[in-house]
């Protein structure tokens, strides 16, 4: 097979695992920087020049797009799947997850947990939402996500008001959320792979931090998901039509409350874990669907 991995950071871990796994099992496999192509849209004959030179004869592409670049980035699977190319993650999906309020809507909709979360449009009714969640403390988070950053807890509502005033400041869109306090600054990652966890772990905050995010200094440790958290973790993945992402998840008195669906789960932090090969994971999974385009 011809694989092509879709990635701006040639040199990040995820992008130079794939690429082994794909060379241990035979496979062409190259990088393409999506925003270094251009798409030629015409009537029966859509095409894509990277670097001046025509893509042609790919079998699959993986995405590995961010959020902040969902935009291009999604317009360029799109092209792949007009030229009959299988990707693991669909451009409508890529397009879902991207949106964070989309996809809380629909995980509303689906009956999935949640952490009670409010927002407005309008600025003058910022203050009216720390009501409708409930009291302090509170999570206030930029919309927009930044690998934990733009993420305050606020112990008390006169602190909700004066962050919300600060954001707004910066003409910043925000959610409020409630803080899941016996989750006591841990989530669950849950990494889904065509329809069924290949592997869970739980990230710990440092001691004086509630962000469990590993850039600020979490640890984290392998775990077996309970079976309310791996049903939850899976109907997340078939909501947003995701062969292959990764679920953060709330350990609460309620059960499972989802905060996000990703769908270019990073793989350095869970391998290192769980000393699992998820890169050859994903290979197998694109050599098992890929057949499906033609």
């Not at 393409?32 to 029966?44: A, G, H």
């Not at 092209?79 to 397009?95: D, K, P």
């Not at 292959?244 to 990703?262: A, H, N, Q």
């Amino acid at each position: 097979m011809v694989i092509k991995i879709l990635s701006k950071n040639l040199k990040g871990y995820s992008t130079k695992r794939l690429i082994e796994a794909a060379q241990a099992r035979n496979h062409e496999v190259g990088v393409i920087n999506p925003f270094n192509c251009d798409l030629i849209i015409e009537k029966k004959n859509p095409d894509i020049f990277f670097d001046g030179e025509k893509i042609e004869k790919v079998d699959a592409v993986i995405p590995r797009i961010g959020v902040s670049d969902s935009f291009y980035g999604t317009a360029v699977v799109r092209q792949f799947e007009l030229m009959g190319v299988f990707t693991t993650a669909g451009s409508l999906a890529l397009a879902r997850s991207a949106d964070r309020l989309w996809s809380l809507q629909q995980l509303s909709s689906k009956n999935m947990g949640l952490p009670k979360t409010a927002i407005s449009n309008d600025s003058d009714q910022f203050f009216d939402i720390i009501n409708f969640v409930d009291e302090a403390p509170l999570i206030i988070k930029l919309l927009e996500r930044r690998k934990g950053l733009g993420v305050v807890l606020a112990e008390t509502n006169k602190a909700a008001t004066s962050v919300i005033e600060a954001f707004r400041g910066l003409n910043a869109r925000i959610i409020v959320q409630k803080y899941i306090e016996e989750a006591r600054g841990s989530d669950v990652r849950a990494f889904v792979v065509d329809g069924k966890v290949v592997g869970a772990i739980m990230r710990q905050a440092k001691k004086g931090e509630f962000r469990s995010n590993r850039y600020l200094g979490s640890t984290a440790k392998m775990i077996q998901l309970t079976e309310k958290e791996e049903l939850a973790a899976i109907k997340a993945a078939k909501i947003f039509g995701l062969g292959i992402c990764g679920v953060y998840m709330l350990r609460s008195f309620e059960g499972p409350l989802i905060l996000k669906v990703t769908s270019s789960p990073g793989l350095e932090h869970i391998e290192a874990v769980t000393k699992k090969d998820f890169a050859k994971i994903i290979i197998q999974y694109v050599e098992k669907n890929f057949n499906r385009t033609e």
